[in-house]
C-alpha cells in the first residue's frame, strides 16, 4: 500500500523554525516528484514547495522563497520543507503530495498520493 505520512507540526512563535518530513512507504520516494501544500481555515490548499523526480527541479511561492527549504533524505524515504522565519500568516495544514511525473506542481489535481496533513501554528 503507497503511503504518505507526515511529521513535525506543531505551535511555534513568529521568527522561529520548524521541519517538516514526509515519510514513504510501499514506494521509492526518489523516483516520484514531491509537492508540499498548504490549507488555512477558509482558504483553497495552495503550494509551497516542489522537488522534481530528478531534484532537478525546485519551486518554491513566492510567500515563502528564502525562508523554506526542500530536499530529500534517499537513506530515510523522506522528503523534508525547512521552513525558518515563520510568520503568522504561515499558519496552516501542511500536506505532501506525489506523483511520479508532475506538470503544474502548484495543482493539487496533479498528485497521486497524499498524506494526512500536519498543523503547523504559528503564534506568540
Known amino acids: 500500500q503507497l503511503q504518505l505520512v507526515e511529521s513535525g507540526g506543531g505551535l511555534v512563535q513568529p521568527g522561529g523554525s520548524l521541519r517538516l518530513s514526509c515519510a514513504a512507504s510501499?514506494?521509492?520516494?526518489?523516483?516520484?516528484?514531491v509537492g508540499w501544500f498548504r490549507q488555512a481555515p477558509g482558504k483553497e490548499r495552495e503550494g509551497v514547495s516542489f522537488i522534481s523526480h530528478s531534484d532537478r527541479w525546485i519551486y518554491y511561492a513566492d510567500s515563502v522563497k528564502g525562508r523554506f527549504t526542500i530536499s530529500r533524505d534517499n537513506a530515510k524515504n523522506t522528503v523534508n520543507l525547512q521552513m525558518n522565519s515563520l510568520k503568522p500568516e504561515d499558519t496552516a495544514v501542511y500536506y505532501c503530495a506525489s506523483a511520479p511525473v508532475v506538470g503544474s506542481w502548484y495543482t493539487p489535481i496533479e498528485y497521486d498520493y497524499w498524506g494526512q496533513g500536519t498543523q503547523v501554528t504559528v503564534s506568540s
Open positions: 510501499g514506494f521509492t520516494l526518489n523516483t516520484y516528484a
